[in-house]
């Protein structure tokens, strides 16, 4: 399964993004994942397709919110109230749809056995 997100780039503290990714093939969950310079990557948000459920880092909870189509495999996140601490390389992950992981699982980077390239997000004040 191939991952491909697409949606950074550059704002201004206080605007919005969002991001997309579409898999190739079934997964269970997608999910996105962000990257600070010097940094290890962090949860931000996933979505379990069966039950639809959600759950986000306390970072961006009430800011952020995931949501995608099943049928498309796609995922976005809409990303609003930016602050320059969310300037990092935002990674699209996709848990195994044979594996299907947990939903308390599906916060460690772990559970998520595809991967796409990144995109850039920048907020400057």
């Not at 190739?24 to 996933?46: I, L, N």
């Not at 990674?91 to 559970?111: F, K, N």
């Amino acid at each position: 399964v191939q991952l491909q997100a697409s949606g950074g780039g550059s704002v201004q503290v206080g605007a919005s993004l969002r991001l997309s990714c579409t898999a190739s093939g079934s997964v269970h969950a997608m999910a996105w994942f962000r990257q600070a310079p010097g940094k290890d990557r962090e949860f931000v948000a996933t979505i379990r397709w069966s039950g639809r459920n959600t759950v986000y880092a306390d970072s961006v909870k009430g800011r952020f919110t995931i949501s995608g189509d099943n049928a498309k495999n796609t995922v976005y996140l809409q990303m609003n109230s930016l602050k320059p601490e969310d300037t990092a390389l935002y990674y699209c992950a996709g848990s195994s749809a044979v594996s299907r992981p947990i939903l308390s699982a599906l916060g460690d980077r772990r559970s998520y056995r595809y991967w796409g390239q990144g995109t850039l997000v920048t907020v400057s004040s």
